[in-house]
Nanobody
Framework: QAQLVESGGGLVQAGASLRLSCAASADTSTWDMGWFRQVRGKEREFVASISWSGSTKRYRDSVKGRFTISRDNAKNEVYLQMNSLKPEDTAVYYC????????????????WGQGTQVTVSS
C-alpha cells in the first residue's frame, strides 16, 4: 500500500498563506493527485486535483483564485499553495492519490494521507 504523508498545516490568521505538502512512498508519476478537506461532522469535500502530467488542474469554486495545486513527479510530491485564507477554509486537509482519476468525490480514491489540520482565525 502506498503511503501519503501530509505536512504544512497550522493555525494562521485570515488572509495568511499556507503551503501543504504531500509525500508519497510510491511512484505517483502516473497518478492523479488531489486534496480534499473535512470539517468534523460534515462530509469530506473536494478541494483540488492535478493530472499526472500537471496539465489539468481542477478546483472547487470557493478556492479558485486563492489555491494552487502543483506536483513534482521526480520527488513524488504534491503541493497545495493556499493564499488569502478564510475561516471557512478551516478543516483537516487530506492528500489523495488515484492510479486513474481523482473525481470530485471522495469515493473511488485509492489512497489517502492521514490529514493535516488547517485552522484559520478571524
Amino acid at each position: 500500500q502506498a503511503q501519503l504523508v501530509e505536512s504544512g498545516g497550522g493555525l494562521v490568521q485570515a488572509g495568511a498563506s499556507l503551503r501543504l505538502s504531500c509525500a508519497a512512498s510510491a511512484d505517483t508519476s502516473t497518478w492523479d493527485m488531489g486534496w480534499f478537506r473535512q470539517v468534523r461532522g460534515k462530509e469530506r469535500e473536494f478541494v483540488a486535483s492535478i493530472s499526472w502530467s500537471g496539465s489539468t488542474k481542477r478546483y472547487r469554486d470557493s478556492v479558485k483564485g486563492r489555491f494552487t495545486i502543483s506536483r513534482d513527479n521526480a520527488k513524488n510530491e504534491v503541493y497545495l499553495q493556499m493564499n488569502s485564507l478564510k475561516p471557512e477554509d478551516t478543516a483537516v486537509y487530506y492528500c489523495a492519490g488515484d492510479g486513474l482519476e481523482i473525481r470530485e468525490t471522495p469515493q473511488s480514491v485509492d489512497y489517502w494521507g492521514q490529514g493535516t489540520q488547517v485552522t484559520v482565525s478571524s
